[in-house]
C-alpha cells in the first residue's frame, strides 16, 4: 500500500510540475496517457503513461503523401489528389531529458501511435520518421514494419529503394485493426480469451446445426469465454469513460443481489429488470418471470454460436448484446448470395435510459463491429437484420457506415438487411470518437 501511495505521489508530482498537461487516452490496462504541449510549437510534444515519460513527437518542416497507383505512371509526380500530411518525428525520453531512458518500448511505442491515431484522426495516414537517437530504433522499425502499423513508401517490383529509407507510414486501417497489438503486448482492446484466439485464429473444421429454424454446416465456433470475463475495452475520449463488454455472468461470480425473493447475479438481475421495462419489451418482446429470462440466457449460453455480453460504462452496466454467426442463424436464408462462413451479426438493447442518445449509441454499436471484425480475421462482414420500422436503429446502423442491401420478411416481421464490409469499417474515420467528434453526450 506504502509502496502504491508513493507511486501515486510520484505520478502527481510529475504532472503538477506542468500545468499543460491533458489526458488524451486511458489504455485498455488502465494506464493514463497524457501530453503536454509546448507553447513553442517548435518545440516536441511530450507524451506519457501514468506520469512517467514514454516519448516525444514533433512535426518536421515537410510533408508527405502515401502515393501507391500512380507510381509508375505518368500521374506519379502530379498525384495531387492524394492528401500530404506533415512528417512527425518521433524521439526518446532522453530527449527531454539527459537522464531518461534512450529506448522505447514496443507496448509504449503503440501507446505514443494510439495517441497521434487519437490526435490526428482524419489523417489515413501519419508520416513518422523514428529518431535515430533512438537506442532500438532498428526494433521499433522492424515492429512497425512486421505488424502492419506502417509501411514504407510504395515501389515498383523490383524496386528496393524505400527499404533504407527512415520514413514511415502508420496507416490508420490497419491500427484499428489491431496490428501491432496480440502477440506483441497486452495493451489492446481485445481482452482474455478474446486476444489469444486473435493471435491464434482457431482452425477450420466442419461442424453443423441442426434446430427448428436451421440446418446448416459451418465451421467449429470456439470456446467461449469464463463467465463474468471482460472480452472487450476501450475508452471513448469524446465522453471521457471507458465501454466495457463482459461475457454474461449467469450463476454470479461475485456478490449477488436480491431478486424476486433469490439471490441472483447482478447480469441476470439487470437483464429481468431490462426486459421488464416497456421500452426494451417494445423491440424484444420478452416481458416475464425471472425464470423465464435464465432460461433464455442457459440457453443462449449452450449455443455454440451467440455469445450473450453485457456491456458498460465506466463499470456501470447500460445494455446487452448478442453476437451471433450468421450462417447457423436463421437469418442466413435471406442473404443475397448466401452466408459465408465467418459472417457475423448481432442483436443490441440499451437498457438505461441516462446511456440512451446518439453519441453514446455511435460509440458503443461501432465497438461491437471493432469486436467482431479483431475476434477474428476472416470476418468480412458484420450483417444486421433490425425492424424495417425501427428508423433509430437504421440510421444508427448507416452511421457507422453499414448500408441497407435488402428488405425482406421473416414469418413475423418485416427487416431490412444491414451489410458493414470489413474493408469499409477500417477505411474511414469510424473509431477515433476524439473530443472534436460530433456533440459528446452528457456522462
Known amino acids: 500500500m506504502h509502496s502504491a501511495n508513493r507511486r501515486l505521489l510520484a505520478i502527481q508530482r510529475t504532472l503538477a510540475a506542468s500545468g499543460s498537461w491533458r489526458r488524451v487516452l486511458v489504455l485498455p490496462d488502465d494506464a493514463r496517457v ?65 537522464s531518461a531512458s534512450a529506448s522505447i518500448s514496443v507496448a509504449d511505442l503503440w501507446a505514443i501511435i494510439y495517441t497521434l491515431h487519437t490526435l490526428l484522426h482524419t489523417q489515413e495516414t501519419i508520416p513518422v520518421l523514428l529518431s535515430s537517437s533512438i537506442k532500438n530504433v532498428s526494433e521499433l522499425s522492424s515492429y512497425l514494419l512486421t505488424s502492419g502499423l506502417a509501411r514504407k513508401r510504395h515501389t515498383l517490383p523490383g524496386d528496393t529503394s524505400s527499404a533504407s529509407e ?62 463474468g470475463e471482460v472480452i472487450y475495452r476501450r ?9 466495457e463488454y463482459v461475457y454474461f455472468d449467469l450463476e454470479g461470480s461475485g456478490p449477488g443481489v436480491e431478486c424476486e425473493g433469490e439471490t441472483v447475479s447482478l447480469h441476470l438481475a439487470t437483464f429481468h429488470r431490462w426486459h421488464n421495462s416497456d421500452h426494451v419489451n417494445r423491440g ?44 447457423e442463424n436463421h437469418v442466413a436464408a435471406y442473404v443475397p448470395g448466401g452466408a459465408w462462413d465467418y459472417d457475423r451479426g448481432l442483436h443490441v438493447l440499451v437498457g438505461e435510459e441516462k446511456f440512451r442518445g446518439i453519441h453514446r449509441s455511435k460509440a458503443w454499436f461501432s465497438a461491437i463491429h471493432h469486436f467482431l471484425f479483431l475476434s477474428d480475421p476472416r470476418t468480412e462482414r458484420v450483417i444486421g437484420e433490425p425492424k424495417a420500422a425501427n428508423a433509430a436503429i437504421i440510421k444508427l446502423s448507416e452511421a457507422v457506415t453499414m448500408n441497407v442491401q435488402t428488405i425482406f420478411d421473416f414469418p413475423y416481421k418485416r427487416s431490412v438487411l444491414t451489410w458493414l464490409p470489413r474493408e469499409r469499417f477500417f477505411k474511414y474515420d469510424i473509431l477515433s470518437f476524439a473530443e472534436d467528434n460530433d456533440t459528446p453526450a452528457k456522462k
Open 34 to 98: 497524457d501530453v503536454a504541449d509546448e507553447s513553442d510549437a517548435s518545440q516536441p510534444t511530450k507524451v506519457a503513461i501514468d506520469g512517467q515519460l514514454v516519448g516525444l513527437f514533433r512535426t518536421l518542416p515537410r510533408s508527405l503523401a502515401l502515393v501507391i497507383s500512380a507510381i509508375g505512371t505518368p500521374h506519379e509526380k502530379s498525384a495531387d489528389h492524394v492528401p500530404k500530411f506533415p512528417l512527425l518525428e518521433i524521439l526518446p525520453p532522453a530527449a527531454a531529458d539527459a
Open 235 to 243: 475508452y471513448i475520449p469524446s465522453l471521457g469513460q471507458m465501454l
Open 284 to 327: 424484444w418482446g420478452e416481458h416475464g418471470p425471472l425464470q423465464k429470462h435464465r432460461e433464455y440466457v442457459r440457453a443462449l449460453m449452450a449455443d455454440p454460436g451467440v455469445l450473450p455480453i453485457m456491456m458498460s460504462w465506466d463499470g456501470e452496466l447500460m445494455g446487452y448484446a448478442e453476437l451471433v454467426y450468421i450462417k
Open 166 to 227: 527512415p520514413e514511415h507510414f502508420l496507416l490508420r486501417e490497419t491500427f484499428w485493426q489491431g496490428a501491432g497489438t496480440v502477440s506483441y503486448h497486452t495493451r489492446g482492446w481485445l481482452r482474455g480469451q478474446s486476444a489469444f484466439l486473435a493471435s491464434a485464429p482457431f482452425p477450420y473444421t466442419q461442424s453443423f446445426t441442426r434446430t427448428p429454424l436451421v440446418i446448416a454446416a459451418h465451421p467449429l465456433r470456439p470456446p467461449k469465454p469464463r463467465p
